[in-house]
């Protein structure tokens, strides 16, 4: 999972648990005069700003120092840990893994995972997969060097060093589902490991003593994964950051400690220099990368500076007057989006640039509590709430059709699952159909109506979002008490515990989902966390408690499917049973805006990061000279 994507650092605008009729006339009116504004400035009633002209002729410079301004430290330094969407971008720089996604400007190539580390991806062909496709074998380019004193060689060792600590009890693995399902004995290793002491010695006594059976060195520069089902997106789970090699010398430090902090070593085209909490990240030239072992990141810019604590309308003051470069995790404040593309202004970035969404916004049903008499248990009350939503408002209150369109399907466009003529729920116009909502009410035992709690991140998009759901659902009948929450709260304490559900703490919630990887193999990325009944628990992503043993048979038929083109079929089939169940009401799906200064050359959004490829864009007036890659 990725981070949200639309966030600024606003102070929130005023509202209240709401009841009643009266109240909801009034946040629709205000919606209205939201709305008006929004197409005022799309349309350019507003004043605009002047068009931006980036010259992307000419040959990439080398040299200069690219300077980032973000809001949010990293959520880990350790790769194995790493899950942010800034986090990962930034492990790009100085961290390789296996497979990668190439820094292209093609959509349909940059999906596709090519050599890293590896010197070959494998296939059946080259024997790299076994015909049983059980198998997967590696084999390390040569000359791949860490940045230790001497420089030392890169090994099949340090791969199987991370698959080691993903469940260390300390910083474990973002997404332990991607590998507990697929390789053979992981699930009972991290078992064990879960148990074991949070200290160094502990740690690495048990990374030193302890077989991985599914993941093995068979000599230096060989790796070797070993199975327990056939896995068409194994490749694009081996090309996570996650599986970034380890050096030895990570087992001295407490995994992605304070300490752990100041010894990050590198492998890649930079290293960090000097890190200080919430403040600073600045990165150099490692002196022992190898350009021609690496051909993903051709490295132009000298230096990489991160500003943090600097929130989102400043990071967009300084970007545009170029005092700053890139945004380091934040996008476009929705405020100032409308009139930044209406120049037009080619500073910004749509994430794809193509007409591919793969960013989904939608209201998750809590199917664990028994609030009103359990209705959401009921699927005419859910039909109800997604006939009702106005999802045309939606598309306007996120920038426009060139940044959101309305979602009718349980997955987005750009991902595994996606159907052509598969929508469901339709209303006219997306407008929301309250008198069909209203009948469905009815039917179902709530003649009168009902009252139901929504809770969301405290975001400026999502603030004028709810209140905009919260007048479409009244008009059907269904009044809805709003309560905003931080991010960490929202998604770290409140969803994350079944409890909370199950004690009917909310009853609705917005959320939001990025695959992380795209294409035909990205069910296991989406569908499987969010609706997979027996990943209900602590830390889940099915934080409605949504149980279907129909949807788990077709996730279990994806994920072991011995094809790519099976596994999309089973996809496909699982996303048309979740509509047909109404597990979740689809809202919008997203286009991400990142904004570029002027002199940022070479911007190939990154699958792993989503913004730029911070190791393949140049400076234009980076001076000739200035730094060069060996």
């Not at 790493?82 to 959509?107: E, I, W």
């Not at 060989?222 to 996650?242: G, S």
Request: aromatic share 8%; hydrophobic share 40%.
């Amino acid at each position: 999972m990725r981070p949200p994507a639309f966030d600024d650092a606003r102070p929130p605008l005023p509202h209240g648990c709401v009841r009643g009729r009266g109240r909801a006339r009034r946040v629709a009116a205000v919606v209205a005069l939201v709305l008006t504004c929004c197409v005022c400035v799309a349309a350019g009633c507003s004043e605009r700003r002047s068009p931006v002209r980036l010259d992307e002729s000419g040959p990439p410079i080398r040299g200069g120092t690219l300077e980032l301004v973000g809001r949010s430290d990293v959520d880990h330094l350790a790769s194995t840990s790493a899950y942010l969407s800034s986090a990962l971008a930034l492990s790009q720089t100085f961290s390789r893994q296996l497979l990668t996604y190439p820094p292209t400007g093609d959509y349909e190539t940059k999906i596709r995972v090519v050599p890293d580390l590896a010197s070959e991806v494998p296939t059946t062909e080259n024997a790299g997969i076994s015909p049983d496709g059980l198998t997967y074998t590696f084999h390390l380019r040569r000359d791949v060097l860490w940045d230790s004193r001497p420089p030392r060689a890169v090994t099949a060792h340090d791969l199987v060093r991370a698959f080691k600590l993903f469940c260390n009890p300390v910083s474990p693995v973002g997404a332990p589902g991607y590998y507990t399902d697929t390789l053979a004995g992981m699930a009972g290793y991290c078992g064990q490991f879960a148990r074991v002491p949070g200290t160094v010695e502990a740690i690495r006594t048990f990374v030193t003593t302890h077989d991985l059976e599914g993941v093995s060195a068979t000599n230096d520069f060989t790796i070797v994964f070993r199975l327990h089902a056939p896995a068409p997106d194994f490749l694009n789970i081996v090309a996570m950051p996650f599986a970034s090699p380890v050096p030895v010398e990570y087992l001295e430090d407490l995994p992605d400690s304070p300490a752990f902090r100041q010894h990050t070593m590198s492998n890649g085209p930079y290293r960090i220099a000097r890190y200080v909490q919430n403040r600073e990240i600045f990165l150099e030239r490692n002196p022992a990368w190898k350009s021609h072992t690496d051909p993903n990141r051709p490295a132009y810019v000298d230096r990489i500076h991160v500003r943090l604590g600097v929130d989102a309308q400043l990071q967009q003051l300084q970007i545009e007057a170029g005092t700053a470069d890139l945004s380091f995790g934040d996008v476009v404040p929705t405020a100032e989006l409308a009139s930044l593309l209406a120049a037009p202004n080619p500073a910004v970035l749509l994430v794809p640039p193509e007409s591919v969404y793969f960013d989904a916004l939608f209201l998750v049903f809590n199917r664990l509590s028994q609030n009103g008499g359990g209705a959401l248990g009921d699927v005419r009350v859910r039909q109800a709430i997604a006939l009702a939503v106005d999802k045309a408002a939606a598309v306007q209150l996120f920038g426009g059709a060139r940044v959101a369109r309305a979602l009718r399907q349980a997955v987005a466009s750009g991902v595994a699952g996606f159907r052509e003529g598969a929508d469901r729920h339709l209303t006219p116009g997306d407008r929301g159909d309250p008198v069909a909502a209203r009948r469905l009410l009815g039917d179902a035992g709530y003649p009168t109506g009902l009252s139901l709690r929504l809770v969301y991140a405290n975001r400026e998009a999502n603030r004028m979002l709810v209140q905009a759901l919260q007048a479409s659902l009244s008009r059907a009948g269904i009044e809805i008490q709003l309560a905003q929450l931080t991010v960490a709260d929202l998604y770290g304490r409140l969803l994350a515990n079944p409890d909370n559900a199950r004690r009917g703490e909310w009853d609705l919630a917005l959320t939001e989902w990025v695959a992380d990887w795209f294409g035909t193999n990205s069910g296991r990325s989406v569908i499987a966390p969010l609706f997979d009944g027996r990943n209900v628990g602590q830390n889940s992503q099915n934080y409605g408690g949504y149980q279907n043993l129909g949807v788990n048979a077709l996730i279990d038929r994806a994920t072991t499917a011995a094809s790519a083109e099976r596994a999309e079929q089973a996809w496909s089939d699982a996303a048309g049973r979740l509509m047909d169940d109404v597990a979740l009401v689809p809202l919008l799906e997203i286009r991400v805006p990142y904004a570029r200064s002027r002199r940022v050359r070479g911007c190939a959004w990154s699958v792993i990061g989503l913004n730029c490829s911070l190791s393949a864009l140049w400076l234009a007036d980076a001076a000739a000279g200035s730094g060069s890659a060996r």
